[in-house]
């Protein structure tokens, strides 16, 4: 059943959230890739080689994680259905990407057990991102 009408406050609350929050993301992307640097002067050898380690695929699938994320937390200020898939594609890649950071490359030996903290939260709000967009939807928020 679905209705149609105005989104409570609540749902403009999670979607500007949302919107900063992958807007945080895009800024971490975007300082790994053009700060490299600066980062490397900041790790000890075991933690610089894993960061040297990084393949392409999973830089890409970063890259891909948090725009995705961006663009469909514009679809639910929109108000857009297309919100959903993006939200879908932002996760599996950040999945993809933290598959390898966590359980591929030598990270948690290098960084320790608290590596697995962020990932666990950015799949979890994904998840969450995923199920408000498609409950926004079947109610009518979404167009």
């Known amino acids: 059943m679905t209705t149609t009408g105005k989104p409570p406050i609540s749902f403009w609350v999670v979607s500007v959230i949302a919107f900063v929050w992958n807007l945080m993301g895009v ?21 610089r080689e894993v960061f040297e380690g990084i393949p392409a695929w ?21 108000r857009k259905k297309w919100a959903r898939p993006f939200f879908i594609v932002s996760f599996v890649t950040a999945l993809a990407q933290f598959i390898h950071w966590l359980f591929i490359s030598d990270a948690v030996a290098a960084f320790g057990s608290s590596t697995y903290a962020m990932p666990l939260l950015i799949l979890a709000i994904g998840l969450y991102l995923i199920s408000f967009s498609k409950r926004a939807a079947t109610n009518g928020w979404l167009k």
Do not use: P, W
């Open 58 to 78: 999973a830089t890409a699938a970063f890259a891909l994680a948090v725009f995705s994320g961006t663009i469909g937390s514009i679809g639910l200020l929109l």
């Open 27 to 47: 800024f971490n992307y975007l300082n790994q890739a053009y700060n490299q640097e600066a980062i490397l002067e900041t790790l000890d050898q075991a933690q």
